[in-house]
């Protein structure tokens, strides 16, 4: 009898397949428009997000199992290719395995037909192959190997883009200082080693904190703008506030989320190899899922504006083609560019 699979094994097999239907076949619609200062604004994908965010929700798990956190990683790696970064220069990757070097992926489409099909087969069953393929990635910082969690890097540039996430649905006033605090540390590692990347810390909030811990909200969103205005900390710095029904909450949400911690240098152990394998759910069943998801929504109205997806997303994506030259990244540009010739 086969082995019930893991939650976050359930939770990919779903979020592939809305990621999936949000972009056919991996076209994504452009997700740039004209802002009202006559510059392309990056315009984010609520609907998209509001159906991953009820994956965790589903599924009711908890913080600790990661996957609560991870459908904001999916959902920032779905937007970076709808802006038209490539499907293997943005981690997670849309299909198994997660993290892929480009130069490898390059070398396997490179292969002869004949042997093509046998290296991408044992590409995409194996999530973890060391010093080849992962489910997670981690970067050296100054002093210490960071996981990061939605990244864009290739051989040639190194990293470019780095994004950490965080999620709280409940304990706020227990659980925020350690997320400042942590994210703060996190920034200073990471930037002093990479500078020229775009470096961002998005927060996923659920939206109850502005009624039970009003003052709490408050302070946390303070410290969210000041960590995207420091010199040495995040470029940019963003807030989801999601709203659901109080009987949906994440089980076990009142416990704090262990933190990954500082790495120990040279290959991590596989502790996760089977996570990430496809369910090879039906179809039909994952569709009947994906329209019967608990329903979340995206207080868009209720978020700073320096704190705004939008913001967000246009500011570090503007970093990373202003840090490349032209002929780098040239779909991207182009997506961008659209808005001002169509005007």
Known sequence: MAAKPSSKTEAWEIFDHIVEAAAPGGEHTNPWVLGSDGQPQFRPDYETLALLLGVPLHLKVGTQTGVPALALDVWLSYELRRAGFGTDQVWPRPSNPRVLPAPVAAFVKSLPSSI????????????????????????????????????????????????????????????????????YGDAKNLR??????????????????????????????????????????????????????????????????????????????????????AVELPESTIESIVKALPKVSILEERTPDDLSPARFLTSLINRVLAATPVNMHEEARKRRASVRLTK
């Open 116 to 183: 093509r099909a046998k290296a991408q087969s044992h590409l995409t069953s194996n999530t973890s192959i060391p010093s080849v393929t992962s489910s997670s990635a981690s970067i050296l910082g100054k002093n210490y190997l960071k996981q990061v969690d939605v990244i864009i890097t290739d051989w040639v540039t190194g990293p470019e883009l780095l994004i950490s996430t965080k999620r709280m649905d409940s304990s706020y006033g227990k659980n925020a200082p350690n997320r400042i605090e942590e994210s």
């Open 192 to 277: 002093l080693r990479h500078p020229l990347a775009a470096l961002g810390f998005l927060f996923g909030l659920r939206s109850d904190i502005l009624e039970k811990e009003p003052k709490t909200a408050e302070w946390l969103f303070d410290l969210l703008s000041k960590l995207g205005r420091e010199d040495d900390a995040y470029h940019a710095t963003c807030l989801v506030l999601m709203d659901y029904s109080s009987d949906q909450a994440p089980v076990e949400a009142d416990k704090e989320e262990p933190s990954p911690g500082i790495l120990e240098p040279g290959p991590q152990p596989i502790s996760d190899a089977t996570e990430d394998e």
